[in-house]
């Protein structure tokens, strides 16, 4: 899957410092769904404004630069892996997802991180590698999941003895295809292993406790079936 168009052209907008509001609201403005989305997030009561928000170029300065971008992400990705649901329940996949950047927000927010909003984006991002498998190695994935249910093992671990590899794996390799960032690639490469991040151990760290606080509320499922152990140090 590439990287949506609509993120780049807005990514290489904010990225241009001769840039306008009014121009990258225009490229915002191309996209019917995205433009919903973002002005029914500007006047949710996530900041709670007191009156309401009536175009793309206002919506933008409530959400600010920084955050418009990774919301945007999250949001346009979701589109990308369309015609799995024969394969993977998708509402579960992103329910667990949302619930996973929801604790990631969270946790960085009361660790007094800047800009908690890039964890929510990392949370929904963190188990793309499973939709990147089922779309090119259906048969392998199969095999996964019998072994997984046969054996009582993780998935991430069940994966390594059938492909030699995880999905984690997968899901920080597309990330750096896609050109973002090294903290955003180690993030989602090392959340089952943080303490095996180099640069970045935080990032992995409050991913990978936000997913194992999820699993243990069994909100949604990627295709994990247990939940998986915690790292003392993370």
Partial sequence: ASLPRIFEKINAAIEDPESSFSEIARIISSDASLSARLLKLANSSFFGLPFKVETITHAITIIGMSQLRDLVLATTVVSQFKGLSNKINMQSFWHHSVAVGLAARTIAIYKRESNSERYYVLGMLHDLGHLVIYLNMPEDADKVQVQCNLDKKLQHISERE?????????????????????????????????????????????????????????????????????????
């Fill in 162 to 234: 059938v492909m030699s590899f995880d999905h984690a794996d997968v899901g920080g390799a597309l990330l750096r295809v896609w050109g973002l960032s090294s903290r955003m690639e180690e993030a989602v490469l090392y959340h089952h292993r943080p303490s095996q991040a180099d640069r970045y151990p935080l990032e992995a760290s409050i991913i990978h406790v936000a997913d194992f606080i999820v699993h243990g509320l069994e909100l949604g499922n990627s295709g994990e079936n247990h939940v998986p152990p915690l790292d003392a140090k993370a």
